[in-house]
């Protein structure tokens, strides 16, 4: 069975800096685009990072760019959100994705874990 579990989520000050990890099994890993997206409370699950099959490509959404960035290792068959700088506004459920296209909506997306809780303090 697919799965997907994300880890690393947890209380961090504004300015301060968080590593999520999103750790597969049961699919092939390096044929899978991945992606990163967040949901917060009354909101709707929007887009955050995505990265190709062999890491090659990335993107990020505008309000994350210059701050996050989205890597995997295929030979551990996960995949992170290294996250910087961070506002009280990236407070929200991140949940890590695995689909056949790395794009900013999740419709290219199979798979999806259950989501870590992050929240930034002011």
């Known amino acids: 069975q697919v799965q997907l579990v994300e880890s690393g989520g947890g209380l961090v000050q504004a300015g301060g800096s968080m590593r999520l990890s999103c750790a597969a099994s049961?699919?092939?890993?390096?044929?899978?685009?991945m992606g990163w997206f967040r949901q917060a409370p009354g909101k709707e699950r929007e887009f955050v990072a995505a990265i190709t099959r062999n890491g090659g490509v990335t993107d990020y959404a505008d309000s994350v760019k210059g701050r996050f960035t989205i890597s995997r290792d295929n030979a551990k068959n996960t995949v992170y959100l290294q996250m910087n700088h961070m506002k009280p506004e990236d407070t929200a459920t991140y949940s890590c994705?695995?689909?056949?296209?790395?794009?900013?909506?999740?419709?290219?997306?199979?798979?999806w874990g259950q989501g870590t809780q992050v929240t930034v303090s002011s």
């Open positions: 994705a695995a689909g056949g296209y790395a794009g900013r909506s999740p419709r290219y997306y199979n798979y």
């Open positions: 049961g699919l092939p890993f390096s044929s899978y685009a």
